[in-house]
C-alpha cells in the first residue's frame, strides 16, 4: 500500500480476544463459496492495520469502526489492502475522499489541527490553504486557514498571519467573520514544517467577487445594502483602530441569508502602527486607494471608505473603478494620476445621487472621502429600498 506503514496485526492471544468484536471475529458457522463463515468475518492484517492507523490518527473513531463493520457492503475478508479499504469508507460517508488520499499518500501531518478534522480542500492563497474542517467533539463545520512555517517562509508572510489570529480575537460582530480557534502543531518528524492554524466561521455561499462574476451586474438596492452591512462591520474594526486595508469584493462573504462577512484581516494595522515595509505594495490594486499603492505604511481609515467605494462600483457594474491596463506599472500609475470612472458612465440607470456619492468614497484626496465607515452606512441607506 503507498504510504501506508505496514503495521503487523495483533498477534497476542488477549489482543486477539479485545478486538474480536471491532474487527468481526465472533461469529463461526458453515461454508460459503469455499470459505468458512469465520474466515469470511475476519479482517486481515492489511486492513486492520489500515483501520488502525485512520483510529490513531483521530479520522475515525473507534465507533465510526464498529458501525462500518457493521454495515460494510463487502465481505471483511476482502480488505486486505487499505486503498479497498478506503474506498468503501468513503462509499459510506466515514471518511472523505480528500482524507483517503491524504492518508494513501503517507501526508497525514495536518490532517487534524488541535481539535478539528480536515474534510476537504477549499482552496489557496497567499497566506497558505483554507480547507474545511469539523470539531472532533462538537461536530461544527469551521473553514480553518492553515500556513506550513519552516525556515523558507517569509517572515512578513509569518507576521500577517498572526495579525489576522489576534485581529479577529478581538473583534465580534455580525458582520465580521468569527474565528474559533488558532494554534501551532508541531511536525511529527525532524525536517517537516509546523502547522500554523485559525479555524473561523464557515460561510457557504461564497464571495461577492463570485457572486458577480456567477449573476452579472447586481441590482442598486442589493448592492446598497451588502456594502451598508460591510460598512457596518468595518465601523466595529475601526472603533477598535484598526484598519482593514484589502476591501474588495472577494473579501466580503455572503451567507445563505444574504449577510455580508468581512473577512481577511491579514493585512490590518492600528491606526498608530507603522510596521508596515513603505516599499512593501500591499493589497488588491483594482481596490487599492491611491495613497496605499504610494507608501503603505501611511495608510488611514480612509484607505478602507475607498475600498468599499471600489467595491460598491464593481458590484454595481462588473468593473472596477479604472479600466483594465496590461501590466501592474500601468495600473499604479494610472491609480496615482488619474480620476476614477463616473458610476453612471457604465451604469446610466443609476441614481444620481449614488454617483455623486460614490465619487466622494473614490476621490484621490483621502480627506474628501466620508469620515467614517457610519457615515456611508447612513449614506447608503436610502438607496436599499430601490
Same mark, same amino acid.
Request: one cysteine or more; glycine letters at 8%; aromatic letters at 6%.
Given at each position: ?37 469465520? =474466515?469470511?468475518?475476519?479482517?486481515? @492484517? ?36 487499505? =486503498? ?49 474542517? =469539523? ?15 519552516? =525556515? ?64 452579472? @451586474? ?169
Amino acid at each position: 500500500m503507498a504510504g501506508i506503514p505496514n503495521f503487523p496485526g495483533p498477534n497476542s492471544k488477549e489482543s486477539d480476544n479485545a478486538d474480536s468484536t471491532l474487527y468481526g471475529e465472533e461469529e463461526a458457522g458453515g461454508e460459503r463459496g469455499g470459505i468458512s463463515s469465520m =474466515e469470511e468475518n475476519v479482517l486481515p @492484517p492489511g486492513g486492520r492495520a489500515f483501520l488502525d492507523l485512520l483510529v490513531r490518527y483521530q479520522l475515525l473513531s473507534p465507533g465510526s469502526v464498529h458501525e462500518f463493520i457493521s454495515q460494510t457492503p463487502s465481505p471483511l475478508h476482502t480488505y486486505t489492502e487499505g =486503498e479497498v479499504l478506503g474506498a468503501d469508507l468513503v462509499k459510506l460517508n466515514h471518511l472523505t475522499g480528500y482524507q483517503l488520499s491524504r492518508v494513501l499518500s503517507g501526508k497525514t501531518h495536518g490532517l487534524v489541527l488541535g481539535n478539528h478534522r480536515i474534510l476537504d480542500r477549499l482552496g489557496s492563497g497567499s497566506m497558505g490553504e483554507v480547507f474545511l474542517a =469539523e470539531h472532533l467533539f462538537m461536530k461544527r463545520k469551521v473553514a480553518i486557514k492553515v500556513l506550513p512555517v519552516d =525556515e523558507d517562509c517569509p517572515a512578513r508572510v509569518l507576521e500577517r498571519f498572526y495579525s489576522e489570529m489576534q485581529v479577529l480575537a478581538t473583534l465580534h460582530h455580525p458582520h465580521i467573520v468569527m474565528a474559533f480557534d488558532a494554534g501551532r502543531m508541531a511536525p511529527p518528524h525532524p525536517g517537516m514544517p509546523d502547522m500554523l492554524y485559525l479555524a473561523m466561521e464557515l460561510i457557504p455561499g461564497g464571495d461577492l467577487d463570485q457572486y458577480v462574476v456567477d449573476h452579472g @451586474p447586481v441590482p442598486v438596492g442589493l448592492a446598497c445594502e451588502w456594502i451598508r452591512q460591510a460598512a457596518y462591520g468595518l465601523q466595529e474594526a475601526h472603533d477598535h483602530q484598526l484598519i482593514h486595508r484589502d476591501i474588495k469584493p472577494s473579501n466580503l462573504l455572503l451567507t445563505s441569508q444574504n449577510q455580508v462577512k468581512l473577512v481577511d484581516f491579514g493585512l490590518a494595522r492600528q491606526f498608530s502602527s507603522r510596521l508596515t515595509d513603505p516599499n512593501a505594495l500591499l493589497g488588491t490594486v483594482e481596490f487599492m486607494s491611491p495613497e496605499q499603492s504610494r507608501d503603505p505604511s501611511f495608510v488611514g481609515s480612509h484607505a478602507d471608505i475607498y475600498g468599499l467605494g471600489a467595491t460598491l462600483f464593481f458590484l454595481l457594474t462588473g468593473e472596477p473603478p479604472y479600466p483594465e491596463v496590461r501590466s501592474l506599472s500601468e495600473a499604479l500609475r494610472t491609480l496615482q494620476e488619474s480620476r476614477p470612472r463616473r458610476l453612471r458612465q457604465l451604469r446610466p440607470d443609476a441614481p444620481p445621487d449614488l454617483d455623486v456619492l460614490l465619487g466622494r468614497m473614490l476621490d484621490p484626496d483621502p480627506p474628501r472621502r466620508p469620515a467614517l465607515p457610519l457615515t456611508v452606512m447612513n449614506a447608503l441607506l436610502p438607496f436599499t429600498e430601490q
